[in-house]
């Protein structure tokens, strides 16, 4: 098996979690299957003068409980099995929060760095009229990914608007606050990682202050995470940026190495850390390690030297199958993606939510229900994980797959 396919990666997990709930092969099957899978072309107009084709997907895993619901990256190296991984992912997280949505994702193929903000504005807009037709707050509602933010999901509602001829603000989340966004949504997949931390070392007994932490990435949930996590009282001794790492055994000074990332785009030069490169700072002494920038980082190249007890998946798939398999044995706890990298989907809901009744909730009512569906989902494939006594990740799939069966057994097949 290509240990780096993030499809297969997928497939593997879920056929392990189906043995253990005994499903037969043709239930497997419809659930492995993505419902639908749409490639498009976007011919845009570059600010030279010429014309240039770029490829887009959005697949749609699976909506028996509910409108699809996932990211849109954009980036250099999207692949359709990239992107259909993420959406099946989409689905067993959503099932994990129990959450009433379905799995979606989607992708365009471009380096938004060499790109103008008129050209990445073009690229959007016809995207989105590319895929009208299955977007809609009530069958495939887009969030912001990789090289996507507020202003992504803006230049889409307004699209999708247009052609319905009415503003339609649930049609994707990640909004910016005046366009219908939700308070607390972008802090809320570093709080929910934080909160899959805590509960962690609570069934670890481990403590905060005795905590030394290592934190992959600096962005939206790296970042906001390890912000979260020193506020709490843990030492987070080293964050990573994809120019390099920084590292400070007494811990680092987060609130100002956030202010520096901020002025100077790079955390390279922070005063008070030394640089750490890339490949080594996974292999840090550190108690809990939380990869948060991108897939196939724990791998079978450099599991063997990981040190931390604890992991907690801020990414998407950041650990491969088959480091998973060498971390288990060794006893490490990985608190999955579809778990701990989940809070961003549920405020994305809360978005929805707050969108479809016109109606906005405060900060603190976000964060406190934020807070209650992290710690239920969590003490949910705590308690899967010793009934079946198998792995915090598998118990995530044995618990979301079998909530999706059980509404296709209620549903049945449509012929
Ligand atoms: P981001 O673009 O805000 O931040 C990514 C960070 O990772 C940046 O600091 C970047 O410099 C760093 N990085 C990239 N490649 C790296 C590498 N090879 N080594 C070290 N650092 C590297 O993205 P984000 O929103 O924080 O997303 C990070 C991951 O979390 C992705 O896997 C994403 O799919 C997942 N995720 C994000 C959300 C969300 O709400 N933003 C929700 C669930 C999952």
Same mark, same amino acid.
């Given at each position: 098996?290509?240990?780096?396919?993030?499809?297969?990666?997928?497939?593997?997990?879920?056929?392990?979690? *189906?043995?253990?709930?005994?499903?037969?092969p043709?239930?497997?099957?419809?659930?492995?299957?993505?419902?639908?899978?749409?490639?498009?072309?976007?011919?845009?107009?570059? /600010? /030279?003068?010429?014309?240039?084709?770029?490829?887009?997907?959005?697949?749609?895993?699976?909506?028996?409980?509910?409108?699809?619901?996932?990211?849109?990256?954009?980036?250099?190296?999207?692949?359709?099995?990239?992107?259909r991984?993420?959406?099946?992912?989409?689905?067993?997280?959503? *099932?994990?929060? #129990?959450?009433?949505?379905?799995?979606?994702?989607?992708?365009?193929?471009?380096?938004?760095?060499?790109?103008?903000?008129?050209?990445?504005?073009? =690229?959007?807009?016809?995207?989105?009229?590319?895929?009208?037709?299955?977007?809609?707050?009530?069958?495939?509602?887009?969030?912001?990914?990789?090289?996507?933010?507020?202003?992504?999901m803006?230049?889409?509602?307004?699209?999708?608007?247009?052609?319905?001829?009415?503003?339609?603000?649930?049609v994707?989340?990640?909004? !910016?606050?005046?366009?219908?966004?939700?308070?607390g949504?972008?802090?809320?997949?570093?709080?929910?990682?934080?909160?899959?931390?805590?509960?962690?070392?609570?069934?670890?007994?481990?403590?905060?202050?005795?905590?030394?932490?290592?934190?992959?990435?600096?962005? #939206?949930?790296?970042?906001?995470?390890?912000?979260?996590?020193?506020?709490?009282?843990?030492?987070?001794?080293?964050?990573s940026?994809?120019?390099?790492?920084?590292?400070?055994?007494?811990?680092?000074?987060?609130?100002?190495?956030?202010?520096?990332?901020?002025?100077?785009?790079?955390?390279?030069?922070?005063?008070?850390?030394?640089?750490? !490169?890339?490949?080594?700072?996974?292999?840090?002494?550190? /108690?809990?390690?939380?990869?948060?920038?991108?897939?196939?980082?724990?791998?079978?190249? #450099?599991?063997?030297? =990981?040190?931390?007890?604890?992991?907690?998946?801020?990414?998407?798939?950041?650990?491969?199958?088959?480091?998973?398999?060498?971390?288990?044995?060794?006893?490490?706890?990985?608190?999955?993606?579809?778990l701990?990298?989940?809070?961003?989907?549920?405020?994305?809901?809360?978005?929805?939510?707050?969108?479809?009744?016109?109606?906005?909730?405060?900060?603190?009512?976000?964060?406190?229900?934020?807070?209650?569906?992290?710690? #239920?989902?969590? /003490?949910?494939?705590?308690?899967?994980?010793?009934?079946?006594?198998?792995?915090?990740?598998?118990?995530?799939?044995?618990?979301?797959?079998?909530?999706?069966?059980?509404?296709?057994?209620?549903r049945?097949?449509?012929?």
């Amino acid at each position: 098996m290509d240990e780096f396919n993030p499809f297969l990666a997928m497939a593997e997990r879920f056929e392990t979690a *189906s043995d253990h709930l005994g499903l037969d092969p043709g239930v497997r099957e419809v659930l492995r299957t993505p419902d639908r899978e749409l490639t498009v072309a976007i011919p845009v107009l570059m /600010d /030279d003068g010429s014309i240039r084709v770029f490829k887009g997907y959005r697949v749609q895993h699976n909506f028996l409980r509910g409108p699809c619901k996932g990211g849109i990256r954009f980036a250099p190296d999207v692949h359709l099995d990239e992107v259909r991984a993420l959406a099946a992912w989409m689905t067993w997280k959503c *099932s994990v929060v #129990n959450i009433p949505f379905g799995g979606g994702k989607g992708g365009v193929f471009c380096n938004p760095q060499e790109l103008s903000p008129r050209e990445l504005e073009s =690229i959007t807009r016809r995207y989105t009229t590319s895929i009208l037709d299955i977007l809609g707050p009530d069958r495939d509602v887009p969030a912001p990914d990789m090289n996507t933010n507020e202003q992504t999901m803006a230049w889409i509602m307004d699209t999708y608007s247009m052609h319905q001829r009415r503003t339609s603000t649930a049609v994707v989340t990640g909004k !910016p606050l005046n366009l219908g966004g939700s308070r607390g949504r972008k802090e809320a997949t570093g709080r929910g990682v934080m909160i899959s931390c805590r509960e962690a070392m609570k069934v670890l007994g481990m403590r905060p202050e005795e905590t030394r932490v290592v934190v992959q990435g600096s962005g #939206n949930v790296g970042g906001i995470g390890a912000l979260l996590l020193h506020r709490e009282g843990y030492k987070i001794l080293s964050l990573s940026d994809m120019f390099g790492a920084i590292y400070n055994e007494d811990g680092l000074d987060v609130p100002a190495v956030m202010s520096w990332l901020q002025e100077k785009r790079r955390l390279e030069g922070f005063p008070g850390a030394t640089a750490v !490169p890339n490949n080594e700072q996974l292999l840090l002494d550190c /108690d809990v390690l939380i990869p948060a920038a991108t897939e196939n980082q724990i791998t079978s190249q #450099n599991v063997a030297d =990981i040190k931390a007890r604890l992991i907690v998946e801020g990414a998407n798939g950041p650990t491969t199958a088959i480091a998973d398999r060498e971390l288990e044995k060794r006893g490490v706890m990985v608190i999955p993606d579809i778990l701990a990298n989940a809070g961003g989907v549920t405020v994305s809901y809360f978005e929805w939510v707050q969108d479809r009744m016109g109606y906005f909730w405060t900060e603190e009512i976000v964060n406190s229900r934020l807070e209650q569906t992290m710690v #239920n989902a969590f /003490d949910e494939v705590y308690a899967k994980s010793k009934e079946h006594n198998v792995s915090m990740r598998t118990a995530a799939y044995i618990l979301s797959i079998d909530r999706v069966v059980s509404v296709y057994r209620l549903r049945g097949i449509f012929a």
